[in-house]
């Protein structure tokens, strides 16, 4: 049996997952390549035999076989083309970050720039998109658990925050 801050830490395990699968920021966000990193450890796991979003969100609010199935189709039909425009947006983004020298070329940086933004729009529909088609394949009552579950997860990682911000002030009176 998991110990209470075992099991807070598991849902918060599974909350960032799920919020890395639905979030819109993260998508639009990942253009970094820590973003990157993250996704790329993300799949690592899951060639490693750590359950994916899909299967974590199927036990937290019952979906169907259907359900993931079709979850799993929507995921995959965009990723591909998601990754394929954060791949594009880290050249523009480098490109942007190689003109920062002393004969700088504001034209393209600012072409460069223009480009960065239409891309990452494009980005944010997607994932918005994508997030809207998951949405409805689930059941009023999965939505309604989903929240539930959600502010649950949030409010114990509010928690954590809080009690951590309250161990720092100790542990530097420690260190002194």
């Known amino acids: 049996m998991e110990t209470r801050s075992e099991l807070i830490k598991r849902l918060l395990e599974i909350s960032m ?3 890395k699968l639905f979030g819109i920021a993260l998508i639009a966000l990942g253009l970094s390549s820590t973003a990157m990193a993250q996704q790329q450890s ?3 796991g899951q060639a490693g035999g750590q359950p994916d979003q899909v299967d974590q969100l199927a036990e937290m609010v019952g979906l169907s076989d259907d359900q993931q199935k079709e979850i ?3 995921i995959e039909e965009m990723q591909t083309e998601i990754e ?3 791949g594009e947006a880290q050249q523009l983004q480098q490109q942007i970050q190689g003109e920062i020298k002393p004969d700088y070329d504001e034209g393209t940086i600012r ?3 223009e480009k960065l933004g239409e891309v990452t729009g494009e980005m944010t529909a997607l994932s918005t998109l994508m997030q809207a088609r998951v949405d409805a394949v689930f059941t009023e009552e ?3 658990e989903l929240n539930k ?3 649950e997860m949030q409010q ?3 928690q954590m925050q809080q009690q951590q911000m309250q161990q720092q002030p100790q542990q530097q009176q420690q260190m002194q």
């Open 149 to 151: 579950r959600m502010e």
């Open 42 to 44: 993300g799949q690592a």
């Open 111 to 113: 072409d460069n720039a």
């Open 84 to 86: 394929e425009l954060q």
């Open 17 to 19: 997952k799920l919020v």
């Open 72 to 74: 799993r189709g929507i």
């Open 142 to 144: 999965q939505r309604d």
């Open 156 to 158: 114990q990682q509010q």
